[in-house]
């Protein structure tokens, strides 16, 4: 009996330490986990030319390898925090005893208590959480021991140098090194160096601008351990601390330029790779990986004021709606003015709150806490549905829009109206550009991937392509005529029109038809050819899955910019498919590719040399889905809508352009899509919530100067190229207006030739019936009029 209860008395301690310990341990990283372990790194987004555009990061940090640490770096933050990091095993037990007597001795004292956590243990800190108990002590313990056994002290020394938080929202020196003195750690003297190694333990404390003395007096402490321990010499010691405390200001990350564009790679990037680490070693928040994005700055900043100047310009005249949002001017304003969403666009405009009021006069305050004034003159604009300015109804506490002119502070207002616009490139498939509203920071929505619109006359193409693809030239002829169907009993006979209930202009080419956006003509057309064809072309394309209804062929079916601005991209590309992408390749932290968006091979590309051989292509098949042929003649057609046609806005451009303007009923939305043999561009502008634009508001007097806005920036320095003609393209003269065969005549050089090159099919060409006096006594014999006079009897163009 004696036996048994002295058996028990031994192994229940040592089950109970067993226990004990099984539920420490339960949970924590094994050897092998820390021997692979990787700090948490933010993901770099390159541009196009491989320059770093912006990170996602929720913490500042900069990875710096410890080969590359500056030595003194290294030696100031083990005099600061750990004199024996390499002499002992993970925990400094001499050192704990000393901590725990001068503790002691401190409850009797004015001496502040001490910690005496070594490295290795705030490393594990960093892995086990912040949680104050004794559990957590002996967990961290725990994870020390077997951070020493599975990592050199090297290792340990450059994760707790890359991963430890330094205040300013900088976790690592490098990132510190940037925050507080705006250079990087190869570059510090060794009294910034001593001034990084004391924050560890509460950055705040020593805020070199705010508590400058006591960040002095902790930094030369430092100084003084590091000459004691040798790293220094005396005389180092006191030119370092001979030397100011100089910090700059702290500030914010900036946020990126380009955000619809970044933040929808982000969402591609969270898609496949996860979020944060738990997700996986290559998420988007830890994983440190390395994004070539297909963005072109020139582009993107091109369309970003094209997109932003076109939605201003539309409300121009418009009346002052009112405060974006109303706060209180009570103690705290500056903050909550700070956290209040305000789509401000443009760099110069700032959001402020109305302070207090004298006359037409008001007191404004800014989110830094500064003020100023806003005369009533500068926010003389008249308020909507009365006959008062904004001057006379801005009350205290309303968030308004500003900006600074000569004159003084003066009120702006963020446009109702809204779009998006997207830039492709014709041979890849590449978006090197992205708008998805006025400003990303207000309005997370992008439109340019997110909303659904109706497209309008933009779709026409695509009709028209489709019939050109079943019979018809671009030289048929087709009524613009009155045209009814029958559809059931239930709902009777539709009958459509011409947009703005514009007159018939009877037989027409198809090309006219298409250049004037006649809707009778297309309707038409789309019924002679097959809506379910017209459908099939367009899921094709990859605009939509529509049903086979006429109403379709004005339009009617929704899809969005990127979609649509990629099936022009894939016509402008001699029918060849497009997948279009924001993402060339992502690489790990250690520059490996984890993901490249083109995975095709290419034998021979990376040869030193020519070989005196064909040059080397990528493999793989391009899917068609259109005629090569069919899609240049459309292009061929569409090139009339810019010179003569609705698109017109861009033909001062002077370089060859294709594309097609839309107008929405109501009209609600406007549109552009079209572009030069190498980049499409597609944009939209419409109310979120749709409604009429008013009367005035068309795609070639609305949209398309906005394209042309972007054009004359984004292309400029771009190669002028004509459109090229693929093999199985006939060129053939024929008369413009009547699609009839023309010999002896030759194309002028002007917008509105009577005679024009028309591309067709073999065997589809018009035959040879007419002479050259037929041609000329057509033109001066008024049977077909001229354009002058069709649009001056037609009211214009849209």
Same mark, same amino acid.
């Given at each position: 009996?004696?036996?048994?209860?002295?058996?028990?008395?031994?192994?229940?301690? &040592?089950?109970?330490?067993?226990?004990?310990?099984?539920?420490?341990?339960?949970?924590?990283?094994?050897? $092998?986990?820390?021997?692979?372990?990787?700090?948490?790194?933010?993901?770099?987004?390159?541009?196009?030319?491989?320059?770093?555009? %912006?990170?996602?990061?929720?913490?500042?940090?900069?990875?710096?390898?410890?080969?590359?640490?500056?030595?003194?770096?290294?030696?100031?933050?083990?005099?600061?925090?750990?004199?024996?990091?390499?002499?002992?095993?993970?925990?400094?037990?001499?050192?704990?005893?000393?901590?725990?007597?001068?503790?002691?001795?401190?409850?009797?004292?004015?001496?502040?208590?001490?910690?005496? +956590?070594?490295?290795?243990?705030?490393?594990?800190?960093?892995?086990?959480?912040?949680?104050?108990?004794?559990?957590?002590?002996?967990?961290?313990?725990?994870?020390?021991?077997?951070?020493?056994?599975?990592?050199?002290?090297?290792?340990?020394?450059?994760?707790?140098?890359?991963?430890?938080?330094?205040?300013?929202?900088?976790?690592?020196?490098?990132? $510190?090194?940037?925050?507080?003195?705006?250079? +990087?750690?190869?570059?510090?003297?060794?009294?910034?160096?001593?001034?990084?190694?004391?924050?560890?333990?509460?950055?705040?404390?020593?805020?070199?601008?705010?508590?400058?003395?006591?960040?002095?007096?902790?930094?030369?402490?430092?100084?003084?351990?590091?000459?004691?321990?040798?790293?220094?010499?005396?005389?180092?010691?006191?030119?370092?601390?001979?030397?100011?405390?100089?910090?700059?200001? +702290?500030?914010?990350?900036?946020?990126?330029?380009?955000?619809?564009?970044?933040?929808?790679? /982000?969402?591609?990037?969270?898609?496949?790779?996860?979020?944060?680490?738990?997700?996986?070693?290559?998420?988007?928040?830890?994983?440190?990986?390395?994004?070539?994005?297909?963005?072109?700055?020139?582009?993107?900043?091109?369309?970003?004021?094209?997109?932003?100047?076109?939605?201003?310009?539309?409300?121009?005249?418009?009346?002052?709606?009112?405060?974006?949002?109303?706060?209180?001017?009570?103690?705290?304003?500056?903050?909550?003015?700070?956290?209040?969403?305000?789509?401000?666009?443009?760099?110069?405009? =700032?959001?402020?709150?109305?302070?207090?009021?004298?006359? &037409?006069?008001?007191?404004?305050?800014?989110?830094?806490?500064?003020?100023?004034?806003?005369?009533?003159?500068?926010?003389?604009? *008249?308020?909507?549905?009365?006959?008062?300015?904004?001057?006379?109804?801005?009350?205290?506490?309303?968030?308004?829009?500003?900006?600074?002119? *000569?004159?003084?502070?003066?009120?702006?207002?963020?446009?109702?109206?809204?779009?998006?616009?997207?830039?492709?490139?014709?041979?890849?498939?590449?978006? /090197?550009?992205?708008?998805?509203?006025? !400003?990303?920071?207000?309005?997370?929505?992008?439109?340019?991937?997110?909303?659904?619109?109706?497209?309008?006359?933009?779709?026409?193409?695509?009709?028209?392509?489709?019939?050109?693809?079943?019979?018809?030239?671009?030289?048929?002829?087709?009524?613009?005529?009155?045209?009814?169907?029958?559809?059931?009993?239930?709902?009777?006979?539709?009958?459509?029109?011409?947009?703005?209930?514009?007159?018939?202009?009877?037989?027409?080419?198809?090309?006219?038809?298409?250049?004037?956006?006649?809707?009778?003509?297309?309707?038409?057309?789309?019924?002679?050819?097959?809506?379910?064809?017209?459908?099939?072309?367009?899921?094709?394309?990859?605009?939509?899955?529509? =049903?086979?209804?006429?109403?379709?062929?004005?339009?009617?079916?929704?899809?969005?910019?990127?979609?649509?601005?990629?099936?022009?991209?894939?016509?402008?590309?001699?029918?060849?498919?497009?997948?279009?992408?924001?993402?060339?390749?992502?690489?790990?932290?250690?520059?490996?590719?984890?993901?490249?968006?083109?995975?095709?091979?290419?034998?021979?590309?990376?040869?030193? !040399?020519?070989?005196?051989?064909?040059?080397?292509?990528?493999?793989?098949?391009?899917?068609?889905?259109?005629?090569?042929?069919?899609?240049?003649?459309?292009?061929?057609?569409?090139?009339?809508?810019?010179?003569?046609?609705?698109? %017109?806005?861009?033909?001062?451009?002077?370089?060859?352009?294709?594309?097609?303007?839309?107008?929405?009923?109501? *009209?609600?939305?406007?549109?552009?899509?079209?572009?030069?043999?190498?980049?499409?561009?597609?944009?939209?502008?419409?109310?979120?919530?749709?409604?009429?634009?008013?009367?005035?508001?068309?795609?070639?007097?609305?949209?398309?100067?906005?394209?042309?806005?972007?054009?004359?920036?984004?292309?400029?320095?771009?190669?002028?190229?004509?459109?090229?003609?693929?093999?199985?393209?006939?060129?053939?003269?024929?008369?413009?207006? +009547?699609?009839?065969?023309?010999?002896?005549?030759?194309?002028?050089?002007?917008?509105?030739?009577?005679?024009?090159?028309?591309?067709?099919?073999?065997?589809?060409?018009?035959?040879?019936?007419?002479?050259?006096?037929?041609?000329?006594?057509?033109?001066?014999?008024? /049977?077909?009029?001229?354009?002058?006079?069709?649009?001056?009897?037609?009211?214009?163009?849209?």
């Amino acid at each position: 009996m004696t036996r048994r209860r002295l058996l028990l008395l031994i192994l229940l301690p &040592l089950l109970l330490a067993g226990a004990c310990y099984w539920q420490a341990t339960r949970g924590l990283p094994t050897t $092998a986990d820390l021997a692979a372990f990787s700090p948490a790194l933010p993901s770099m987004v390159r541009d196009v030319d491989g320059a770093i555009v %912006t990170s996602y990061t929720r913490e500042r940090r900069v990875f710096v390898p410890y080969a590359e640490l500056p030595p003194r770096l290294i030696q100031a933050y083990i005099a600061a925090e750990d004199k024996t990091f390499f002499e002992h095993g993970g925990i400094d037990w001499q050192g704990i005893a000393a901590a725990v007597l001068t503790n002691i001795e401190s409850l009797f004292t004015d001496r502040r208590p001490v910690g005496a +956590s070594t490295i290795t243990q705030q490393v594990a800190k960093s892995l086990v959480g912040n949680e104050v108990s004794l559990w957590r002590k002996i967990r961290e313990a725990i994870l020390a021991r077997r951070l020493e056994a599975a990592l050199t002290k090297q290792q340990i020394l450059e994760i707790y140098l890359n991963q430890i938080f330094l205040g300013r929202n900088a976790y690592g020196v490098e990132a $510190a090194a940037q925050a507080y003195f705006g250079k +990087s750690v190869d570059r510090l003297a060794l009294a910034e160096m001593a001034y990084l190694a004391i924050l560890p333990k509460a950055p705040s404390t020593y805020d070199p601008l705010r508590r400058r003395e006591r960040a002095l007096a902790r930094r030369d402490y430092v100084l003084r351990q590091m000459a004691a321990n040798g790293f220094i010499s005396e005389g180092e010691r006191a030119a370092a601390a001979a030397m100011p405390l100089v910090a700059i200001p +702290s500030r914010a990350t900036p946020r990126p330029r380009d955000d619809y564009f970044i933040e929808e790679v /982000r969402r591609t990037l969270i898609a496949r790779f996860g979020e944060t680490q738990a997700d996986g070693p290559n998420s988007v928040y830890g994983g440190g990986l390395w994004i070539r994005t297909s963005l072109d700055p020139l582009m993107q900043a091109a369309a970003e004021q094209a997109m932003r100047d076109g939605m201003t310009r539309f409300e121009a005249n418009r009346p002052w709606r009112g405060p974006v949002a109303q706060i209180e001017t009570g103690d705290g304003w500056p903050a909550r003015l700070a956290g209040t969403p305000v789509p401000l666009g443009y760099p110069a405009w =700032q959001k402020a709150v109305v302070l207090a009021k004298s006359g &037409l006069e008001s007191r404004i305050g800014f989110a830094d806490g500064s003020s100023a004034t806003l005369p009533g003159r500068l926010a003389a604009r *008249p308020f909507r549905a009365s006959n008062r300015s904004a001057a006379q109804v801005l009350r205290p506490g309303d968030v308004i829009v500003v900006t600074r002119t *000569p004159g003084g502070w003066a009120l702006r207002q963020p446009p109702e109206i809204s779009g998006g616009m997207v830039v492709e490139e014709v041979a890849s498939g590449r978006i /090197r550009a992205m708008v998805g509203g006025f !400003d990303a920071r207000a309005q997370a929505f992008n439109r340019a991937t997110q909303a659904n619109r109706q497209p309008g006359s933009t779709f026409k193409p695509i009709v028209y392509a489709t019939a050109m693809d079943n019979g018809f030239t671009p030289a048929s002829i087709v009524v613009d005529g009155p045209y009814c169907v029958f559809q059931t009993k239930l709902l009777g006979t539709k009958c459509f029109k011409n947009f703005n209930n514009l007159r018939s202009a009877g037989p027409q080419t198809l090309r006219w038809g298409l250049e004037q956006s006649r809707n009778l003509m297309t309707v038409r057309v789309a019924d002679a050819t097959g809506m379910d064809r017209i459908v099939a072309q367009a899921k094709a394309l990859g605009i939509g899955d529509y =049903q086979p209804v006429l109403s379709i062929a004005l339009g009617a079916g929704e899809t969005t910019v990127l979609k649509l601005t990629n099936a022009y991209a894939q016509m402008f590309n001699e029918g060849r498919k497009l997948e279009p992408g924001l993402i060339d390749y992502v690489q790990d932290r250690n520059g490996r590719i984890i993901w490249r968006r083109d995975n095709r091979g290419c034998p021979g590309c990376n040869a030193p !040399d020519w070989n005196g051989g064909p040059m080397p292509r990528p493999q793989g098949r391009v899917s068609q889905v259109m005629d090569p042929r069919t899609a240049y003649q459309i292009v061929h057609v569409m090139e009339g809508v810019i010179q003569r046609g609705t698109g %017109t806005a861009l033909a001062s451009l002077k370089r060859p352009l294709a594309g097609k303007t839309g107008t929405t009923n109501g *009209p609600n939305d406007v549109w552009f899509v079209g572009g030069t043999p190498d980049i499409v561009a597609g944009l939209y502008l419409g109310y979120d919530q749709p409604r009429s634009l008013g009367n005035a508001a068309q795609g070639g007097s609305t949209a398309a100067p906005v394209w042309r806005q972007w054009g004359q920036v984004a292309l400029q320095d771009w190669p002028t190229l004509p459109f090229a003609i693929p093999a199985g393209v006939r060129m053939v003269r024929i008369d413009r207006r +009547s699609g009839r065969r023309v010999f002896g005549v030759w194309p002028d050089p002007g917008p509105r030739p009577a005679v024009i090159w028309e591309a067709f099919k073999p065997d589809s060409e018009p035959r040879r019936i007419n002479r050259v006096q037929d041609v000329l006594e057509r033109r001066a014999g008024g /049977r077909v009029r001229s354009d002058a006079e069709f649009l001056e009897a037609e009211g214009g163009i849209y």
